[in-house]
């Protein structure tokens, strides 16, 4: 088995379609002919996908990452692995509408539960950010160890909230509670994308390594001075 067809069996396991109702019965009947093979939905796609795949891209790992995070928007997060241009300096503006706030005024400012990862416990400060008109915030930061420590949380039905600009070794896709995570391993530079989608260039700054998740229509980003395994178990201790 050649690595890209390994990566694309990988990449396949994330497809989650459900399968199509069985109507062969009903439709063997009005035709009068054998039934066919059932297949699931899942391998068609998936079968599709390689197809795609392997006709437009050289075999490497490299390929398959740069299109597959070209092309994914994941808890709010826009993820491309192409080289990020040189990295902001000095200190970066706050996030729109950003002010530090007790953590049950916070919980009251915003429109999802914040929830507290057991392992770190209670953050020495609270941060919430992007009013909306009713003012209702957007994200919800918890901070820790003077800040070097980070958890963002936002609500996962806006389609954006972060543009990062990926620089090597990039995006890893792992798991979070059996889910679908990307950990980024690295530094890179991370921008603020408002509620209309526009890039905040006076927020960019240099971010250290981050795990990115969802859980119950939340998205969470985690950044610190982390390995990735260290990480992992964060996010599954939330609260």
Do not use: C
């Not at 503006?93 to 999802?112: M, Y």
């Amino acid at each position: 088995m050649g690595d890209l067809e390994r990566e694309l069996r990988d990449l396949s396991a994330w497809l989650d379609t459900p399968d199509p109702p069985d109507v062969t019965a009903r439709v063997r009947v009005r035709l009068g002919t054998p039934a066919p093979r059932r297949r699931r939905w899942r391998s068609l796609a998936a079968v599709a996908l390689v197809a795609l795949l392997v006709a437009v891209l050289p075999p490497t790992r490299g390929a398959i990452a740069d299109v597959v995070t070209g092309l994914l928007r994941f808890a709010g997060v826009s993820i491309a692995t192409s080289p990020a241009p040189t990295p902001p300096g000095g200190t970066a503006s706050p996030l729109p509408g950003q002010r530090a706030v007790a953590l049950d005024e916070a919980q009251r400012s915003v429109r999802f539960p914040i929830r507290l990862p057991a392992m770190l416990g209670t953050p020495e400060q609270v941060l919430v950010a992007d009013p909306d008109a009713t003012g209702r915030y957007r994200v919800a930061t918890l901070l820790y160890d003077g800040a070097a420590l980070r958890v963002d949380a936002f609500d996962g039905h806006l389609d954006l909230a972060f543009h990062k600009e990926v620089t090597p070794p990039g995006a890893n896709w792992v798991q979070v509670n059996g889910d679908f995570a990307v950990w980024v391993d690295g530094p890179h530079v991370l921008s603020y994308v408002d509620r209309a989608g526009g890039i905040r260039r006076e927020t960019a700054r240099l971010a250290g390594s981050t795990l990115i998740w969802q859980d119950n229509d939340v998205s969470y980003r985690l950044e610190g001075t982390l390995t990735k395994a260290e990480a992992i178990e964060i996010a599954r201790s939330l609260g």
